[in-house]
């Protein structure tokens, strides 16, 4: 059996979507959604419900005006965040370990995870987007599949080495030469079975290779400058981190200069530890 096989039944055997995941997944593009429906979801989990009122109360919101009814946040929220905030919850939880294979720490790929979800979000509104909820997920999830080729990739450590000593290839390139698959689309295999549909989908498969990708452009240029400069932070590197490609196309196609990055660098700083505290 090939490494490829062994990770696709990984894949097949990763954990479900929680089921309140599930529930709010089917009133997301609802726009008559009725929010009491909403709190009945949520109310009966009185951790979900503290984090929802601190959501909406957060400084990551720039919340002016301070509210403490659960159906006051969910409305100030929206369906669309409610159900990113949960999905981030219990994600969150499967991203804290340490990944030896990648050389990360406790808590580095969570707090990568985060950076690069906020940092594109703030991207995403210096572009004047509409999907900013969208985007906030699928930089949140990105690098998923770290998860499932840690093991494998520390099993094989020195033909990596022996790989970039050889070679001048990304990571991702050398995943592929080494276990057949990377984790880009091991990580977009889990959302696929998740179902949450392609743009989420095929944000998290090409966040390395953005001129790969056939649809949600857009989207995808963004994951991917977030992560780069989350890296270019020094969050989340292990020792693979700067062996990854940086992408010139995403900054000329979508018009940013250098200032742009560097102030959602400077806000997404601000607003990681609030966000980092609440999923924590």
């Not at 159900?83 to 030896?100: C, G, N, Q």
Request: include cysteine; proline fraction near 4%.
């Amino acid at each position: 059996m090939t490494y490829r096989d062994r990770i696709e039944e990984h894949i097949a055997n990763f954990p479900k979507m929680p089921p309140l995941c599930q529930s709010l997944l089917g009133y997301l593009d609802d726009p008559d959604v009725d929010f009491k429906t909403i709190r009945n979801l949520v109310q009966y989990d009185p951790g979900l419900t503290a984090n929802v009122l601190k959501l909406a109360n957060s400084v990551y919101l720039g919340t002016v005006q301070e509210i403490s009814s659960l159906q006051a946040a969910l409305v100030r929220l929206g369906t669309r965040r409610v159900f990113e905030l949960v999905l981030s919850l219990a994600v969150s939880t499967r991203l804290v370990p340490a990944l030896p294979g990648y050389g990360l720490e406790a808590r580095d790929l969570l707090r990568h995870s985060i950076w690069t979800a906020v940092a594109a979000q703030e991207l995403a509104r210096i572009l004047q987007m509409k999907n900013v909820d969208t985007v906030f997920t699928v930089g949140l999830l990105h690098d998923l599949g770290l998860l499932l080729l840690d093991p494998f990739i520390a099993g094989e450590r020195d033909r990596f080495t022996l790989i970039f000593e050889e070679q001048s290839i990304s990571f991702n390139t050398a995943e592929r030469e080494v276990l057949g698959i990377d984790h880009a689309e091991a990580g977009a295999g889990i959302l696929e079975l998740w179902q949450l549909g392609p743009e989420i989908v095929s944000g998290v498969r090409w966040h390395h290779e953005p001129a790969e990708a056939s649809c949600f452009q857009e989207l995808i240029y963004l994951i991917h400058l977030a992560d780069m400069l989350s890296l270019s932070e020094g969050i989340g590197t292990g020792i693979y981190g700067l062996q990854y490609n940086v992408s010139a196309e995403p900054v000329r196609a979508l018009g940013l200069k250098k200032e742009h990055l560097e102030y959602a660098a400077s806000k997404t700083l601000d607003k990681m530890r609030e966000l980092e505290t609440i999923l924590t």
